[in-house]
């Protein structure tokens, strides 16, 4: 008897890493986007520092629970045993999802909510790990995406999402407060699509951090105020850029932009975390 309660309890441990004490951040690596003209998004090459983008990933481990924010553009299956990297179009990643989740000590079955910043397909890339999840969603996201009507490219990336249990974000104040405490929070910030979102996360030892989606790309957005052409609603973009900005001011936070190339390259990646 001893020995199966003995079991059971190393069984428990065992479905992902104990719940922390204080929020962390953990920032994966989903690899890079190689950008031949960045035209489509406003700028000419020699306006710009570097013309290529990262993809960034992101746990939030609560000590209620754990959120995945954006999912990449090429699925963890194309990364082959044994292989250096693997390419979707013009993505290209050299570690899964999966592999960086366990470093951590979580597997994508123990996550408890997804939320992704928008539906274009480099955000996409591996919401189907996760569709034992809840998906935290502005119901525009869900409608467009789950009747092919959003331009996401590969969306057998994400047809797992359908049976997914889900809760929609949207409300009056645009903020969906996942735990219930302050500390992550879905701040509506449409513009780039439909509904456009990005993720506040407050921590006990460092700065907060906004983790803005794609309502920008490249830092030199911030300084010309350029809108990408591929924007659904640029005089939205603008709108959402404003607000963001007071936000960040007023909750003393920094801005994370998750395609920038040199601004990520510098943050600590998991295993290390930001709390
Ligand atoms: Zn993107």
Not at 9 to 15: C, E, I, Y
Not at 116 to 142: C, M, Q, V
Not at 193 to 210: A, D, I, M, R, Y
Not at 229 to 246: E, F, G, W, Y
Request: net charge positive; with cysteine.
């Amino acid at each position: 008897m001893r020995t199966i309660l003995l079991l059971a309890a190393t069984a428990l441990a065992l479905s992902g890493a104990d719940a922390p004490k204080s929020v962390r951040l953990y920032v994966l690596d989903c690899g890079r986007l190689a950008i031949d003209d960045p035209a489509r998004l406003g700028f000419k090459k020699e306006q710009l520092k570097t013309v290529d983008l990262s993809m960034g990933c992101y746990l939030i481990a609560h000590p209620k629970g754990t959120l995945f924010w954006d999912t990449g553009a090429v699925p963890d299956s194309y990364l082959k045993p044994g292989m250096a990297k693997a390419s979707l179009t013009y993505g290209t990643i050299t570690k899964s999802i999966t592999s960086q989740l366990a470093a951590v000590g979580y597997a994508p079955k123990d996550i408890n909510f997804l939320a992704i910043s928008h539906y274009h397909w480099d955000h996409i890339g591996n919401a189907n790990l996760f569709a034992g999840a809840t998906w935290l969603t502005p119901k525009i996201e869900r409608d467009l995406m789950l009747a092919g009507k959003s331009d996401s490219r590969y969306p057998e990336n994400y047809s797992l999402l359908k049976n997914s249990k889900f809760t929609v974000t949207d409300n009056k104040t645009g903020e969906y407060d996942v735990f219930g405490d302050g500390t992550v929070i879905l701040k509506a910030t449409p513009g780039h699509t439909e509904g456009h979102t990005s993720l506040f996360v407050k921590l006990k030892n460092s700065q907060p951090v906004v983790l803005s989606g794609d309502l920008y790309h490249y830092p030199e957005e911030v300084t010309t105020g350029i809108v990408p052409p591929i924007d659904v609603n640029k005089d939205q973009t603008t709108k959402s850029r404003k607000d963001l900005d007071a936000y960040i001011k007023k909750q003393k936070a920094v801005l994370w932009i998750q395609h920038d190339l040199l601004q990520f390259e510098k943050l600590k990646k998991a295993p290390q975390f930001y709390e």
